[in-house]
């Protein structure tokens, strides 16, 4: 069931180094690249089908051919690796074990859009993994893979790793993006019609860390390497990572297509301690959550997840067993959700708020069928009414299991007015 595409070199010991890193074939895409027209590129990942992996799926190759042409402005490649969402650590695995595969990704997607700055978003709380990846850079300049001229080719890719100061909504690319220019990192309107992204007024575009980490592989070898794992709609893999009571938690590489049922056995190993599965968060946090009979049906691509109701998100799979309450489970994420809303738009400062203290009043025993009604009540103004996803995606997992399951919450009252 597992594949090799992003994780190819993880097991390799020392792999993070350049010595290790090049004699294990690092950097073997860039010969190619450059004999490559940037367009030609471009398309090569078009024809891939790569989505991308920061939770929301998007086509890479169509956002990338967003990005203007002619534009005397620098462009930039902005990589988000904020990673925050609770259930969601891949990125860092790739910091971590291949920090020379992303830059060899820089690189590429550079080319592909014509930038020579990079900066790499890195979310505060990971130290160790900029730390990793600051050296990588610092090696790979120092042997001209980057810098003024990448591998010898007359082409000029710089990189800087920028961190975040720890807030979960500077992973949103407009928040970032106003975060890496010296602002609160609240998120921008968006526009109506499909446009690149701006940074300081010139033309950028923001990717994930997986994305980037992807694209040497299809420069490399072909789109149809690519689309050769998946499924028609979801082509490729993933790094899905799995937590919870299971054996064998972790990050897997998948392609698109497993059951998610095959997933937690084959792969996780199955419930700890015997324990029985009561549901799954699939994406990370903010996806609609699935019960242990949905989970029996759900396969780990984009289109079948939205059929059940659900979404792919992250592919960061929180497992939870029989002995979890679930109104510990929505009080816990609403706690982190009112903490990292940024505030700026009324729905979501004051819903996750309204949650998170009915919530409170639920579990000291206090509630009533007509919080249970309120939650929803407020769920439903939550929805489609803000600058940013972070809103419905806080309403969409709140509204799952409140309604997936209402008896936890009414063991919970005793006035059952
Ligand atoms: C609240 C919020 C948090 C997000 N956090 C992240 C993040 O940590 N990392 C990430 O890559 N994308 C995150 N995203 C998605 C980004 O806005 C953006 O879609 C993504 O970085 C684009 O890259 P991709 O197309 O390669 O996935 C977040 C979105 C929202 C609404």
Not at 107 to 121: K, Q, V
Not at 254 to 275: Q, R, S, W
Not at 322 to 342: G, P, Q, R, W
Request: glycine share 10%; net charge negative.
């Amino acid at each position: 069931m597992l594949v090799n595409v992003v994780s190819k070199k993880f097991d390799i010991p020392d792999y993070h180094t350049l010595e290790v890193a090049l004699k294990n074939n690092a950097y073997s895409s860039i010969p190619k690249l450059f004999t490559m027209k940037p367009e030609e590129v471009t398309q090569e990942v078009v024809n891939s089908g790569l989505r991308g992996k920061g939770g929301g799926g998007a086509a890479c190759g169509p956002k990338w051919q967003l990005m203007p042409k002619d534009d005397p402005r620098p462009a930039y490649l902005i990589v988000n690796g904020d990673e925050s969402e609770p259930g969601t650590f891949k990125d860092r695995q790739i910091f971590q074990y291949d920090p020379h595969l992303l830059i060899e990704g820089i690189i590429c997607s550079c080319y592909a859009i014509n930038a020579h700055d990079a900066y790499i978003y890195i979310r505060g709380e990971y130290k160790f993994f900029s730390d990793r990846v600051e050296n990588a850079i610092q090696e790979a300049l120092e042997a001209g893979i980057i810098g003024d001229k990448v591998m010898g080719h007359d082409y000029r890719v710089n990189i800087a790793v920028h961190r975040g100061a720890g807030a979960y909504i500077c992973g949103e690319k407009s928040a970032l993006i106003e975060s890496l220019e010296g602002k609160r990192g609240h998120p921008r309107l968006k526009p109506h019609g499909k446009e690149c992204e701006w940074f300081f007024d010139n033309p950028a575009t923001v990717n994930n860390v997986e994305t980037i980490a992807t694209v040497p592989f299809i420069v490399e070898n072909g789109y149809e390497a690519y689309t050769a794992y998946g499924t028609k709609t979801s082509p490729g893999t993933m790094l899905f990572a799995m937590s919870g009571p299971v054996k064998n938690p972790g990050v897997y590489e998948l392609a698109f297509g497993n059951k998610m049922i095959d997933f937690l056995n084959e792969v996780g190993g199955g419930m700890k301690d015997g324990k029985k599965l009561k549901a799954i968060i699939p994406g990370g946090s903010s996806c609609p959550i699935l019960t242990a009979e949905e989970v029996q049906e759900a396969v780990l691509d984009y289109e079948s997840m939205w059929d059940i109701g659900s979404t792919l998100g992250t592919g960061g799979m929180i497992v939870i067993d029989e002995d979890t309450s679930m109104v510990d489970v929505a009080k816990n994420l609403i706690e982190f959700y009112h903490h990292e809303s940024c505030g700026q738009c009324t729905p979501c400062r004051e819903g996750c708020g309204w949650i998170d203290n009915i919530l409170s009043k639920i579990l000291a025993g206090d509630g009533s069928q007509k919080d249970l009604e309120t939650i929803l009540d407020v769920c439903s103004t939550m929805n489609g009414k803000t600058v940013c996803v972070f809103a419905p995606a806080v309403k969409d997992i709140i509204q799952s299991i409140v309604k997936k399951f209402p008896h936890e919450f009414v063991a919970h009252f005793k006035n059952q007015n």
